[in-house]
């Protein structure tokens, strides 16, 4: 009698067993149609709903809607690939020398731009995909100039136009009187003032999915004058034109702009925004500073624009190709 009794147990527990390895559909019919009656306390196994939600999507949704090209020349392009170990510096998108036949303009050292700012320039182009090589890699070298005053928050206040569209805000009187002031705040220059120039790169190193953007810049002074922006004193910002304001060549919050010396980047496109700016050393002539890339996420993009580079001599502008 005691033996049949182990063997019962023996059986249950083979069945346990066979239940946990067959597949979960078979699991969810199983506990549905036929354990929730024989069980004793059956009716606590919850019921599966197979039912979709209402205004389920029929196609799936793209988790970031694309946005217009900027340049009149622009393309926009999907992101195919992006390797985790090297994330901060490379990824591929779906233009290639086909994609010239067909409207769309990639060539080598094509800048790649994310709603107006700056993100990498093409050091790849394929016959159907290209690579793209990220600011935040440091082999990637911009020169750049610090703008303050009138277009200095262009980008924030942009965002804060769109903002105070949104039904949300709108009904939350509070909040869109401080977002108005806040706007009205960002206006209150009349002038832009052409700063120190200087160099801009990446400090990402090959890490498995990096969440660091940090930009490093080196080489920031006002020795040479130009159209834009005079020359000014390194410690005191004071001009040799007695009719400039006496300013500071460099602080945290200005903005870093292409100066187009380099024939690659157009001139003005927004780059990034300067978070900290080093003491000068004993002896130094010029500014180094971090800044973080004005983009907003750098992991998330899925869709970026390609425009064309300033000159056609790739051959002496072309940056060296790296392998994964």
């Given at each position: 009698?005691?033996?049949?009794?182990?063997?019962?147990?023996?059986?249950?527990?083979?069945?346990?067993?066979?239940?946990?390895?067959?597949?979960?559909?078979?699991?969810?019919?199983?506990?549905?149609?036929?354990?929730?009656?024989?069980?004793?306390?059956?009716?606590?196994?919850?019921?599966k709903n197979h039912k979709l939600p209402k205004n389920y999507p029929s196609q799936p949704v793209e988790a970031s809607t694309p946005f217009r090209p900027s340049h009149p020349n622009g393309s926009l392009a999907k992101i195919l690939y992006r390797n985790p170990s090297t994330w901060n510096d490379f990824f591929w998108i779906d233009l290639?020398?086909?994609?010239?036949?067909?409207?769309?303009?990639?060539?080598?050292?094509?800048?790649?731009?994310?709603?107006?700012?700056l993100i990498g320039i093409i050091d790849y182009v394929g016959k159907k995909q290209s690579r793209v090589q990220l600011i935040t890699n440091s082999n990637l070298t911009i020169s750049v100039r610090a703008l303050r005053g009138e277009n200095q928050y262009l980008d924030l206040h942009n965002h804060l136009g769109g903002s105070l569209s949104s039904p949300i805000i709108q009904e939350a009187g509070a909040l869109q009187f401080e977002l108005s002031k806040l706007k009205n705040c960002l206006q209150s220059e009349t002038q832009n003032w052409y700063l120190a120039k200087g160099e801009i790169y990446g400090a990402s190193e090959p890490l498995w999915r990096s969440k660091s953007h940090l930009l490093l810049g080196r080489g920031f002074n006002c020795e040479n004058g130009d159209e834009k922006g005079v020359q000014r004193d390194l410690i005191?910002?004071?001009?040799?034109?007695?009719?400039?304001?006496?300013?500071?060549?460099?602080?945290?919050?200005?903005?870093?702009?292409?100066?187009?010396?380099?024939g690659v980047f157009p001139?003005?496109?927004?780059?990034?925004?300067?978070?900290?700016?080093?003491?000068?050393?004993?002896?130094?002539?010029?500014?180094?500073?971090?800044?973080?890339?004005?983009?907003?996420?750098?992991?998330?993009?899925?869709?970026?624009?390609?425009?064309?580079?300033?000159?056609?001599?790739?051959e002496k502008v072309s940056l060296k190709a790296f392998s994964n």
């Open positions: 009698m005691r033996k049949n009794n182990y063997q019962i147990y023996f059986v249950l527990a083979l069945g346990l067993l066979l239940l946990f390895a067959v597949p979960a559909r078979v699991q969810n019919v199983l506990r549905s149609q036929f354990l929730r009656p024989i069980l004793p306390f059956g009716y606590l196994i919850p019921k290639g020398e086909a994609s010239n036949q067909q409207g769309s303009k990639i060539v080598l050292n094509s800048p790649v731009l994310y709603d107006g700012s005191t910002g004071k001009s040799l034109d007695a009719l400039e304001r006496e300013i500071s060549i460099l602080k945290r919050g200005d903005l870093l702009i292409t100066t187009g010396l380099d001139e003005g496109l927004q780059v990034a925004r300067v978070t900290e700016v080093e003491d000068l050393t004993e002896g130094s002539f010029a500014y180094s500073l971090k800044a973080r890339p004005i983009a907003p996420s750098l992991n998330d993009l899925q869709y970026v624009e390609v425009i064309l580079p300033v000159e056609y001599k790739y």
